[in-house]
């Protein structure tokens, strides 16, 4: 049962609280340079031009060139799709297979449910990107493995989340009701039970999506990530490292504030999407 | 205001003692894996803090040499053997086999042991009954394969029995892992389950013969050296090497600018110009027989294609890797034996950037514009920032001409083993032979039977000129087989030559006497600084 | 004597915790092809000698035995094997690597914790207002923020501009001695021995890397403080305390206060967590000779023995706050059980 929202409601918010606004445009903006990302770039990312290595920003290289030449512009752009993606898919495993094990684990109960969530807390018991760098040693570098890692890593939440949904839902009324009349356990996770726990679920999405871009860039700023010199801000940032002593400002603080914009963006999203969706939080 | 004079004195002494001690501080890019002269192959400050305080018992002669800048430098000369803990040697008058050793009397160990006949035997039992690198360096060739070819003719007589008499076996001796440790280290540190004491040795340095001792080591921040107050040859001038750990490379280049360290090598090749123009800097950029090597494997897909890696030798922009990559301190390679080898042959390699020719090539072993090429990966290993620039700038140029490939960053071991196996596909890694020998590098690169032809070049004659050749004693056929070699070699391009790098290093101006010598590795006895 | 038994209890849940995130970590460092005994034997050592390496290292046992056979050493003596890269036994490498990261951690924390609780209270007090406003937009704003960029920023403005900052190069200059071991931590050593121009030296150093790690812990901090202390002054315990009269000091601190200070002390955790990850990259950036680039290191040379015992000890370390922030909880709440 969704809570179908006035929309009045939505505007009162916004209108209260203009940060939300700010969020999703900023987030929209990252997913339209995403989308678009080969019409707007000027350059190919991976293009050098060997004549104009590690050149400040001009009107040529709006964002000035990296020590291959490369446009650091075109780069920064095509590396919100890149960045965008691996956030977007990692969120959506990590929803998908923490929401099912949460699921499982509060419907059914007992020993599945104490193994699970004694694992959930193994898990959570390393600091997150330590674990997300044991995973990248494990698996080598690549785009996938940073998927894995970043998903892998939040999958705890998600599974705690649907969990203690579940366990307040399960001996409501219209629960019991639909037991009662024969339902099939999964018919009644499913058409019941999922739609309740979306609110917070999709609050945790949006911060978990601007989470999951940072722990993207980390790894591959450490170099267990995405490999060079592929468009990706955290890879940007690294190869923008051994420009740093000649003060080539330019080849790390453009990917960098992209990468800040985009969590800010998520971020203010999500804090908003919480005061709209969650009557219990103290409204201004 | 009345001073002591005894106060006076006594600081007086003291100022004038602390200036007298030099020291001498040098950034280096890690610590210390293992104290053991045998078995060090891996970080160049182990090997450094070795050869600094084992010696063995010849050596190169010191050479005055002219770059092709016309700055003089100094070097040494691998074809001119000179006594170093050996007094003086000679090949024996009666029998060609069989070199004789006279050692330098009255050299005493740091902890006192006397060095003798006896301390090299035990050395050598040490070595070849531990199953060591060393073991492979002395016995290379198959000339040396058993400790007691060492025979003790007097207390400061040594003779060593070859199979067959040859120079090679001489100069693989130079290299510091065949240096004998202390004989009353190994009485002391001996198990019954570890008769040479590996694991001892391993973690604790043992007394050497050489002009400096381990002074403090301080993991993850400083190696500490101190002068031999009782070297034979003098005390050295420079009391004490400080080596900081600075593991960046652009870090220890600001080190040396702000001028807290008066010495660093493997300093960023972009960083060179930059320091040049420091006033109290100098930088020393020797060109040397190290390459920078294209690796294909030619044993797997799709490299065991020779059209196909011949596409890729004439699709690398060589100048380009030399002006991008290493700032003009690095030569476009001459081929399979480097320049400033004996014997090379600068007419044997024949690709140049043509990527025309390329695309020709690539056409003809099957694939033309790439198609039907599988997965390509090209594997570097983590930290060598010139070899990441390659490796873009090679995957660029062959993007050009159709071929894919993806970098690989791989840690130290992983590369390593992955390599060893034979495993890799597509590589970069540099070599460069510490013996200045055209065979020594053929067998260690091109010999079906060496662990490290990595690249699994197989071709018999080749292999053949290499069993012939190596201690052969006839100069004159000697040179010629390896030209016939080169070209061989050059035929089947097993891997393609990025660049032959300068070493360098960067000087407090106030620091002399720097000797270049093959294994790069600094001497500092021969070194002095100013105050 | 319920105190203890409460402590030994959760100590008790601890230890299963720990040795499973040791059993990942030792299944994590054995997937991937390539160990460092290849690494220190290098190509010209014959095959058997390498096998001997490889049975020294108990490589070739099978996977659990291995397993139990490090556990057997650390808990009897204490031994984690030793690192391929120094050659150290690895407990005395985490020994001699630790109190660079703590200093840096504690640093960073209090720093965070000294700016995000008066602010959060503050935030909260003057809810709304231009203040309030501010501090929010500063919090949101250093949580998004991704750790490393920061500290390369500040470290252009700061050491490469303005030069008011030593080179990132480590806790000391290179010409400096530590000062006499005490604790291992630089600054409180050289406070200790009087030696000033050291204590000056090791702070200059600490500046921007725990400003780094403060900025961005500091947000959570400050946001859950105003949040707390939101809910605790619009709650109704304190709206029957005003009613009654009680002076506003009274109201603001004991009953306030002391109500937000327990999920503030929960998300500490979480923060802390957070940080543990960040000052691997923190210390990346400014090469701290601490645990982090220890790991990372460690990581990036398959150094396993190092790889296992570095992630031991931070876990450890991460499960001890927990467990400490647990009994400062309970012991502040009296809805707590002990």
């Known amino acids: 049962m969704f809570k179908r929202l006035a929309r009045s409601e939505i505007v009162y918010h916004i209108r209260q609280n203009p940060a939300t606004l700010l969020g999703l445009s900023i987030v929209a903006l990252m997913v339209v340079l995403a989308i678009f990302a080969p019409w707007i770039a000027p350059y190919d990312p991976l293009e050098k031009h060997y004549d104009h290595v590690s050149e400040p920003p001009s009107s040529q290289f709006w964002m000035g060139t990296d020590q291959f030449g490369q446009d650091i512009f075109s780069r920064v752009v095509w590396a919100a799709r890149l960045d ?122 949006t911060l978990h999506f601007g989470w999951a871009i940072l722990e993207a860039a980390s790894l591959s700023f450490l170099g267990l990530g995405v490999a060079i010199p592929n468009a990706e801000w955290g890879v940007m940032i690294n190869m923008g490292l051994q420009d740093f002593w000649q003060g080539h400002w330019w080849t790390y603080t453009f990917p960098g504030l992209f990468i800040a914009l985009t969590v800010l963006g998520s971020n203010l999203l999500g804090d908003g999407l919480s005061d709209i969706l969650d009557p219990r939080r103290s409204h201004r | 205001m009345r001073v002591s004079w005894k106060a006076f004195l006594v600081s007086v002494l003291f100022f004038g003692f602390a200036t007298a001690q030099k020291t001498l501080v040098v950034a280096v890019e890690g610590g210390i894996d293992t104290f053991d002269p045998a078995f060090s192959v891996g970080s160049t400050p182990t ?46 008058q009666k029998d060609p086999n069989t070199v004789i050793f006279n050692l330098r009397k009255g050299v005493r160990y740091h902890s006192g042991t006397i ?65 004998a440790v202390d004989p009353a280290d190994l009485r002391a540190q001996a198990t019954p389950s570890d008769p040479w004491a590996l694991d001892w040795f391993k973690k604790n340095m043992g007394s050497g013969t050489g002009p400096y001792l381990l002074s403090s080591y301080v993991p993850g921040d400083r190696i500490v050296l101190k002068a031999h107050p009782n070297y034979y040859l003098g005390k050295p001038k420079i009391d004490q090497v400080v080596m900081k750990i600075v593991p960046d490379p652009a870090q220890r280049a600001l080190l040396l600018r702000t001028g807290a360290v008066d010495m660093a090598n493997q300093v960023p090749v972009r960083e060179l110009d930059a320091l040049k123009k420091v006033p109290s800097l100098k930088v020393l950029s020797f060109p040397t027989t190290n390459q920078d090597r294209l690796m294909m494997n030619n044993s797997i897909l799709p490299f065991n294609n020779k059209l196909l890696r011949k596409a890729v030798a004439y699709a690398i922009p060589y100048d380009l890797i030399v002006r991008q990559v290493y700032r003009g301190y690095a030569r476009v390679p001459v081929g399979p034996i480097e320049d400033g080898m004996p014997t090379s042959d600068l007419t044997a390699w024949p690709y140049r950037y043509d990527p025309g020719r390329a695309r020709t090539l690539l056409a003809e072993a099957g694939y033309p514009g790439g198609k039907g090429l599988p997965p390509i990966k090209l594997s570097i290993r983590i ?130 006497g720097y000797i270049y010598f093959n294994d790069q590795l600094t001497r500092f006895f021969y070194m002095d600084r100013e105050p | 004597m319920r105190v203890l038994r409460f402590i030994l209890r959760r100590l008790a849940l601890l230890v299963p915790v720990l040795l499973s995130t040791l059993f990942i970590a030792f299944f994590l460092t054995r997937i991937l092809p390539g160990n460092p005994i290849d690494r220190v034997a290098g190509p010209y050592i014959s095959q058997e000698k390498r096998e001997a390496m490889k049975r ?49 951690v504690f640093h960073g924390m209090f720093l965070a ?75 409180l050593d050289a406070v200790l021995a009087g030696q000033w121009d050291v204590f000056r030296a090791a702070l200059s150093a600490l500046v921007l890397p725990s400003i780094s790690l403060a900025l961005t812990a500091m947000a959570p901090l400050a946001r859950m403080t105003r949040a707390a202390m939101v809910e605790a002054l619009e709650s109704e315990y304190v709206r029957a305390a005003r009613a009654l009269g009680l002076p506003p000091r009274v109201i603001l601190w004991d009953y306030a206060f002391r109500n937000a200070v327990i999920p503030v002390l929960t998300i500490f955790t979480g923060v802390f967590g957070y940080a543990l990850g960040g000052v691997v990259l923190v210390e990346f950036v400014f090469s701290w000779p601490g645990l982090g680039l220890y790991t990372l290191h460690a990581i990036l040379s398959s150094d396993f023995t190092a790889i296992q015992g570095a992630i031991l000890l931070v876990t450890t370390a991460y499960v001890l706050i927990y467990l400490l922030l647990d009994l400062a909880v309970a012991a502040i709440d009296p809805r707590v059980e002990v």
């Open chain 2, 47 to 92: 090997q450094t803090v070795s050869v600094n305080v084992f010696e063995t018992l010849i050596r190169p002669k010191i050479v005055e040499r002219t770059a092709r800048d016309g700055t003089a430098y100094k070097t040494v000369d691998m074809e001119q053997l000179v006594g170093q803990l050996a007094g003086d040697w000679a090949f024996d």
């Open chain 1, 84 to 205: 965008l993606f691996i956030a977007a898919t990692a969120v959506m495993i990590s929803l998908v297979v923490g929401s099912l094990l949460g699921a499982l684990s509060g419907y059914l109960g007992g020993w599945l449910d104490e193994i699970l969530m004694r694992f959930m807390d193994i898990l959570q018991a390393f600091p997150s990107l330590i674990l997300a760098m044991g995973i990248a040693y494990a698996l080598g570098p690549g785009v996938f493995t940073v998927i894995i890692a970043t998903s892998a890593v939040n999958i705890p939440g998600y599974a705690r989340l649907m969990r203690s949904t579940l366990l307040s839902e399960k001996q409501r009324t219209y629960v019991l009701a639909a037991r009662a009349v024969g339902n099939p356990p999964w018919r009644i996770l499913f058409r019941h039970l999922f739609p309740n726990a979306l609110t917070p679920v999709l609050v945790n999405a």
């Open chain 3, 113 to 187: 914790v000294a700016v995000a609780i008066p602010f959060g209270f503050l935030s909260a007090l003057y809810k709304d207002s231009p203040v309030d406003h501010a501090s929010r937009v500063i919090a949101v704003v250093g949580v998004s923020v991704p750790v490393f960029w920061l500290g390369l920023v500040l470290l252009y403005v700061f050491f490469l501009k303005l030069q008011w900052v030593p080179p990132p190069i480590g806790r000391l200059p290179p010409i400096m001695s530590p000062p006499p071991h005490v604790t291992g931590l630089y600054t």
């Open chain 2, 383 to 512: 930290g060598n920032e010139e070899q990441e620039r390659e490796a873009v700038i090679v995957q660029d140029a062959l993007s050009k001409i159709g071929i894919k490939v993806t970098i690989e960053k791989l840690p130290f071991a992983t590369f390593n083993e992955l390599q060893q196996g034979g495993k890799l596909q597509f590589f970069i890694d540099d070599w460069i032979s510490w013996v200045n020998d055209p065979y020594y590098h053929m067998f260690w690169n091109f010999h079906s039977k060496s662990p490290t032809n990595y690249v699994r070049f197989r071709r018999p004659e080749v292999d053949k000129i290499i069993d012939t050749y190596m201690l052969s004693r006839d100069a004159k056929a000697r040179a010629e087989a390896s030209r016939r070699a080169q070209k061989l070699i050059s035929e089947d391009v097993p891997q393609v030559y990025l660049a032959s790098p300068n070493f360098n290093v960067v000087l407090n101006k106030k620091v002399t």
């Open chain 3, 56 to 104: 020294e290292a108990r490589l070739d046992l099978p996977f659990y035995q291995q397993f139990y056979l490090y556990i057997a050493d650390l808990v009897t003596k204490g031994d984690m094997g030793t690192s391929y890269t120094t050659a150290q036994p690895v407990s005395r490498d985490l020994l001699q690597r630790f109190p660079a990261t703590f200093e840096l």
């Open chain 2, 115 to 179: 060095f003798n006949a006896d301390a090299v035997i035990l050395g050598m039992r040490r070595i070849f009954e531990s199953q060591s690198i060393t073991t492979f360096l002395v016995g290379m060739g198959g000339v040396v394969t058993r400790a007691d070819q060492f025979r003790r003719l007097a207390d400061y007589t040594l003779a060593l029995e070859m199979k067959q008499g040859n120079l090679l076996t001489l100069k693989n001796l130079t290299i510091y892992n065949s240096a």
